[in-house]
Nanobody, 131 residues
Framework: QVQLVESGGGMVQAGGSLRLSCAAS????????MGWFRQAPGKEREFVAG?????????AYGVSVKGRFTISRDNAKNTVYLQMNSLKPEDTAVYYC???????????????????????WGQGTRVTISS
């Protein structure tokens, strides 16, 4: 059974930084792509960042976070990270970690930005940015 557990959320002031972590278990972590999505109240789930399997040679970012957020993975720790810098109030949301389905054809070429392409999700961690 695949499980994803996010941590690291909280409340910070605008301009600050946070690092989210997502610990995975239940299948060989390194073989699957990972992604971060977020959902603010009243809005659809939004792609934040993705990283391909194995060494994570390919990454992708949502337009609103590009240049401020960095996704990385540590296969030895079965963990994916999201470093968030220069945070803005509009980054306030619940952040979800997700991992690709078995047999995903887009991995390892480019991370998918489509939520339905990810088969397993964490419970989310809340991030609140105050102005």
């Amino acid at each position: 059974q695949v499980q994803l557990v996010e941590s690291g959320g909280g409340m910070v002031q605008a301009g600050g930084s946070l690092r989210l972590s997502c610990a995975a278990s239940g299948r060989p972590f390194s073989r699957y792509a990972m992604g971060w999505f977020r959902q603010a109240p009243g809005k659809e789930r939004e792609f934040v960042a993705g990283i391909t399997s194995w060494t994570g040679g390919q990454t992708a970012y949502g337009v609103s976070v590009k240049g401020r957020f960095t996704i990385s993975r540590d296969n030895a720790k079965n963990t994916v990270y999201l470093q968030m810098n220069s945070l803005k109030p509009e980054d306030t949301a619940v952040y979800y970690c997700a991992t690709s389905r078995e047999g995903s054809t887009w991995d390892p070429f480019l991370p998918s930005e489509v939520p339905s392409e990810y088969g397993y999700w964490g419970q989310g961690t809340r991030v609140t940015i105050s102005s």
